[in-house]
């Protein structure tokens, strides 16, 4: 018996290493801490992706008439995102679902198909929790400090886009075009000075345009 519970607490102790490991544990463990302190109300705007949402610290002055929650995480992807779904998404029972995730996958060798099979993924996923909970996913934007991947990015957008206009209660909004100067080249001045983050400037030029499809 001793020794059984020898091997039990071993592998408690395995479980729980392993599980600190893994990528993004501890921003999801200040997310489920932030939960046990005052749990988000029910029926808010639930932001979750990358860390474009991450930085967006000041989000809820963004869009004053919505109560937005901000689970946005680090640099992750989508394989992320699906990974903890169950703790970043399905405890909180939103009207509405707003993503931004994809860009950190091509880094990682994704091709733009391999994206949005990973969007696809992820929607269905979340419909096996919110069948009818409206889905909004933002598209990929063109950061200068990643411009060697713009014709993925381009391709997968569209395809996004297309694949999105036969799903039921699922927008795609495009915030890409917007982040060009008239000569097609890519507004600096919206991002800090990494290239990688928008500024204040950025988001500001974000909200006008997912302002209208906000519920």
Same mark, same amino acid.
Request: aromatic share 12%; glycine share 4%.
């Given at each position: 018996?001793?020794?059984?519970?020898?091997?039990?607490?071993?592998?408690?102790?395995?479980?729980?290493?392993?599980?600190?490991?893994?990528?993004?544990?501890?921003?999801? #463990?200040?997310?489920?801490?932030? &939960?046990? =302190?005052?749990?988000?109300?029910? /029926?808010?705007? @639930?932001?979750?992706? !990358?860390?474009?949402?991450?930085?967006?610290?000041?989000?809820?002055?963004?869009?004053?008439?919505?109560?937005?929650?901000?689970?946005?995480?680090?640099?992750?992807?989508?394989?992320?995102?699906?990974?903890?779904?169950?703790?970043?998404?399905?405890?909180?029972?939103?009207?509405?679902?707003?993503?931004?995730?994809?860009?950190?996958?091509?880094?990682?060798?994704?091709?733009?198909?391999?994206?949005?099979? #990973?969007?696809?993924?992820?929607? &269905?996923? =979340?419909?096996?929790?919110?069948? /009818?909970?409206? @889905?909004?996913?933002? !598209?990929?934007?063109?950061?200068?400090?990643?411009?060697?991947?713009?014709?993925?990015?381009?391709?997968?957008?569209?395809?996004?886009?297309?694949?999105?206009?036969?799903?039921?209660?699922?927008?795609?909004?495009?915030?890409?075009?917007?982040?060009?100067?008239?000569?097609?080249?890519?507004?600096?001045?919206?991002?800090?000075?990494?290239?990688?983050?928008?500024?204040?400037?950025?988001?500001?030029?974000?909200?006008?345009?997912?302002?209208?499809?906000?519920?």
């Amino acid at each position: 018996m001793k020794k059984l519970s020898l091997i039990l607490l071993f592998l408690t102790a395995f479980i729980t290493l392993k599980a600190q490991d893994a990528p993004f544990y501890n921003e999801i #463990r200040n997310f489920k801490k932030q &939960d046990s =302190i005052q749990f988000p109300p029910k /029926k808010a705007i @639930l932001f979750v992706g !990358s860390s474009t949402f991450t930085n967006w610290k000041d989000v809820q002055t963004y869009f004053p008439n919505h109560v937005i929650i901000n689970r946005g995480f680090g640099g992750s992807s989508l394989p992320h995102v699906i990974n903890y779904a169950p703790d970043i998404i399905f405890p909180y029972h939103p009207k509405q679902i707003v993503i931004y995730c994809g860009e950190n996958d091509f880094t990682g060798g994704a091709t733009a198909q391999v994206v949005v099979d #990973r969007v696809k993924q992820l929607i &269905d996923l =979340i419909r096996t929790k919110y069948p /009818k909970v409206p @889905l909004v996913y933002i !598209s990929i934007k063109p950061s200068p400090s990643r411009e060697k991947y713009m014709p993925q990015m381009v391709e997968a957008n569209k395809v996004i886009a297309e694949m999105t206009k036969k799903l039921k209660r699922v927008t795609f909004v495009n915030t890409y075009d917007a982040m060009f100067n008239p000569d097609g080249t890519i507004m600096t001045d919206i991002f800090l000075k990494d290239n990688l983050h928008m500024n204040a400037k950025g988001y500001a030029i974000w909200q006008k345009i997912m302002e209208p499809y906000l519920k």
